[in-house]
T-cell receptor, first 116, second 114 residues
Framework: AQKITQTQPGMFVQEKEAVTLDCTYD???????LFWYKQPSSGEMIFLIY??????QNATEGRYSLNFQKARKSANLVISASQLGDSAMYFC?????????????FGTGTRLLVSP | NAGVTQTPKFQVLKTGQSMTLQCAQD?????MSWYRQDPGMGLRLIHY???????DQGEVPNGYNVSRSTTEDFPLRLLSAAPSQTSVYFC?????????????FGPGTRLLVL
């Protein structure tokens, strides 16, 4: 069963607007972590934001925020005031239960295109 | 700090050849891992290490070997390359502190097996 689902293969947004990238997850563990990574066309994986399952506040990092709805098992990424440089692939990932090593399970990604 | 470095950046192999993808990190991270990225499938874990001398299999380990003789280095060996191993390979290192964590990825190695 797929553990991370990103249902939007592609998203378009105009510069300076906000955009939400969807991510739902499936786990029976009580302790887990959720990540978002950005992959520009150059190929590197850039860490954006992290949310722990016990964190009561939604994580924020600059223009990025994570809309964490635990009961719905969703962890959507919100990018405010989009910039042209935000055009990239975005991956949602989950760390499974505390195993000592943080195995990440990735979704299939969403390609975001920001237009002028 | 250089972070996580990978060599080579690009490699072409013939079926049956062997090679080693190099990965090094200078952040003194305990954990290191290898992922492969195929189109439309996100990243999948190949092997990982929780410290020098300790390795374990991930989701897709077949056809790959790893070893971890030092904290800094975590090479990935392809024993007998197959076209199905054409992919982009990412090495990552990570740590956990006060309940927070992140994984730092290298720039990737693009491998083409003919």
């Amino acid at each position: 069963a797929q553990k991370i689902t990103q249902t939007q293969p592609g998203m378009f947004v105009q510069e300076k607007e906000a955009v939400t990238l969807d991510c739902t997850y499936d786990t029976s563990d009580q302790s887990y972590g959720l990540f978002w990574y950005k992959q520009p066309s150059s190929g590197e994986m850039i860490f954006l934001i992290y949310q722990g399952s016990y964190d009561e506040q939604n994580a924020t990092e600059g223009r990025y925020s994570l809309n964490f709805q635990k009961a719905r098992k969703s962890a959507n990424l919100v990018i405010s005031a989009s910039q042209l440089g935000d055009s990239a692939m975005y991956f949602c990932a989950m760390r499974e239960a505390n195993t000592g090593f943080q195995k990440l399970v990735f979704g299939t990604g969403t390609r975001l295109l920001v237009s002028p | 700090n250089a972070g996580v470095t990978q060599t080579p950046k690009f490699q072409v192999l013939k079926t049956g050849q062997s090679m080693t993808l190099q990965c090094a990190q200078d952040m003194n991270h305990e954990y290191m891992s290898w992922y492969r990225q195929d189109p439309g499938m996100g990243l999948r874990l190949i092997h990982y290490s929780v410290g020098a001398g300790i390795t374990d299999q991930g989701e897709v380990p077949n056809g790959y070997n790893v070893s971890r003789s030092t904290t800094e280095d975590f090479p990935l060996r392809l024993l007998s390359a197959a076209p199905s191993q054409t992919s982009v390979y990412f090495c990552a290192s990570s740590y956990e502190f006060a309940g927070e964590e992140t994984q730092y990825f290298g720039p990737g190695t693009r491998l083409l097996v003919l």
